[in-house]
């Protein structure tokens, strides 16, 4: 049999670290070698143990998960590093991903989500794995074709006072053939057909605080 894959854990909580060893040690193929309650314990056990994986938490009392991964991954490329996070939104998601992780897991997620995770990891350590990633990615796909250019967003506040594209290109001095451009591109990032619809999305989405309600 092959030996079993070396695990370090690192949370500065005592008791979940105690629980994630339980659940860990019931896996024949992965062991404990190691718990860490900070980040320079978990960098100088890291140096001693030279573990096949680490799983980190994110929110640490001297830094965060993501300065573990980021000063073991220029050491080495073969480590797996796992993030695990109570605060498990995009920009987290996308933090570990670009820090050099190889796995993203909740602290809601079930046990074996984590253990599946470490296996992983240990297999693929530059292959990032996280089950909301595909949410996320939608999510700022979304975001970035939506995203107005400064002339655009100047050119919307004055469609939510309610000009038209003649006093719009007045205002702004532009030609009225170049303001009704400007509309055009408006009206097809917001996936709007007309100014009603792109003021509405506009106001979901964060662009603009408010609209009067005669000019919907």
Do not use: W
């Amino acid at each position: 049999m092959s030996s079993p894959t070396t695990v370090l854990l690192v949370d500065d909580h005592e008791l979940i670290r105690s629980g994630l060893a339980g659940v860990f040690d019931l896996e024949e193929d992965m062991t404990i070698v190691g718990t860490a309650g900070s980040v320079a314990e978990a960098l100088e056990m890291y140096g001693d143990k030279q573990p096949d994986v680490v799983v980190a938490d994110l929110q640490l009392q001297d830094g965060t998960g993501l300065d573990i991964v980021r000063s073991i991954r220029k050491q080495s490329n073969t480590v797996g590093l796992v993030v695990l996070t109570m605060h498990s939104g995009d920009d987290q998601i996308f933090a570990a991903m670009q820090a050099g992780a190889s796995g993203f897991v909740g602290k809601d997620a079930p046990s074996g989500e984590v253990v599946r995770t470490a296996r992983h990891a240990a297999v693929s350590p530059r292959s990032f794995v996280c089950a909301g990633l595909a949410g996320a990615m939608m999510r700022r796909s979304a975001s970035e074709s939506t995203r107005l250019s400064e002339r655009e967003h100047e050119v919307l506040v004055l469609l939510a006072d309610g000009l038209g594209a003649a006093a719009i290109g007045e205002k702004l001095y532009l030609s009225e053939s170049t303001a009704k451009s400007h509309i055009a591109r408006i009206y097809q990032k917001l996936g709007a057909q007309n100014r009603a619809q792109a003021l509405v999305t506009a106001m979901r989405i964060g662009l603009l605080s408010s609209v009067r309600p005669s000019n919907l």
